[in-house]
């Protein structure tokens, strides 16, 4: 017998499939707890302010109450992301 979701992706789609916004929202406390949750919403707020480029890691660190190594290692993730990729990100978290 083997779990039903085996992987990320599976995960993903689960979290797509959902039919409204009420029901991801409802999927996604049930996953995450609230520690969890904060962190989450903290990663994209570094993101954010990573693809801004206005504010050094100091300052993100310091905005967010989060550590430094937290937005490096965000930051490396940016790095590594092809240009396209970087702009449909930045689109999707700017708007």
């Avoid at 990320?8 to 409802?26: G, N």
């Avoid at 490396?76 to 449909?88: G, Q, S, T």
């Amino acid at each position: 017998m083997e779990p039903q979701y085996q992987d990320w992706q599976q995960v993903l789609d689960l979290i797509q499939r959902s039919q409204s916004t009420e029901q991801q929202a409802q999927l996604m406390t049930m996953l995450l707890t609230p520690d969890e949750r904060e962190a989450v919403t903290a990663r994209v707020n570094i993101l954010c302010e990573l693809l801004k480029g206005d504010l050094s890691q100091r300052q993100i660190s310091q905005m967010l109450g989060v550590g430094v190594a937290t937005i490096t290692r965000g930051s490396a993730e940016v790095k590594r992301l092809e240009d396209a990729e970087k702009n449909a990100l930045s689109d999707l978290l700017l708007k």
